[in-house]
């Protein structure tokens, strides 16, 4: 496995000359553009990796999957479901076109920067200490890392430059898709975006959202099978941006890619799969992860169509 795996990796090294670093947030600006790795975590409890699978990079996007569990969970899919909606944009990840110019004023999905900004808003919390932790403690639960972090520098670099997602929630607030406050919501977000990850980490959700939403580790069932599966098809239909049907196609798994170079992969009822390539193709993922995970995809048969 680990050989495939690394012949894998060799054969897509020479993509990533082709992709870039983001710029838009300064502070990503700054990883190690030529790192490729790879990590698996099955259910039977093999776990293999290979490459630069402990380079640690920030979880960013991948993260809205999480919360969107963690919100369905509090609120309910009717609630949750009533503000966002489910269906695929075809448009930027940070695009805020459609708010404005389809009604109801919502936007399409919680994979894209608008949902997930809309979607953390609702995490229940009697004070913003107690929702970030919240989500931290549901991380580190589901990756069994009681380490992982909040990298500071990220966090003020996507604070900073914040200016479109500030924008997005302002104007979200006064349609009423976001009830609470305005700051507080978008400062969660970009402290969920900004936790620190390997491979390893997003491996293991992968292996979480494989396994419905039970945790291998202990066996309990710790967010609704139902609400697992809704994530996954997210993942299918939105997860890698406005690339997601050219790759539902060409690799048949759920992902879902963030511009740290990240790529979270589930083959269902088998393993979790945690990819990482900073450098990012012009629709913000990782230009060699994603043909990684497609010969991946391939030689082991795990396309779900």
Known sequence: MQDK?????????EKIQYGNLPTYIP?????????????????????VGAGDYEYKF??????KVITLLIALEDRGPEYVF???????????FNSMMKLEIVRPSKPFNPMINAGAIAVTSMIKGNTQAERIKRIMDFFKLVTQNPDLRI?????MSEKQTGDRNRAMAYFMKDVGIIETDVEESLDLYFKQCSIEVTCKDIARIGLFLSNDGKLQSTGEQLISPT?????????????????S??????????AKSG???GIMAVAPGKMGIGVLGPSLDEKGNSIAGREVLKDFSDEFNLSIF
């Open 5 to 13: 795996m690394r012949k894998i990796l060799d054969k897509n090294r």
């Open 27 to 47: 502070e990503l600006n700054k990883a190690k553009k030529d790192a490729l790795g790879i990590y698996i975590s099955m259910l039977d409890g093999t776990e």
């Open 58 to 63: 920030t979880i960013q996007s991948i993260s």
């Open 82 to 92: 009533g503000k966002v909606g489910m269906e695929p944009t075809g448009d930027a």
């Open 151 to 155: 990298n500071e520098s990220v966090y």
């Open 227 to 243: 609400y697992s599966r809704m994530a996954k098809a997210f993942m299918v239909t939105c997860g890698m941006y406005n690339a």
């Open 245 to 254: 049907g050219e790759f539902a196609i060409n690799v048949g798994i759920p």
């Open 259 to 261: 511009v740290g170079g």
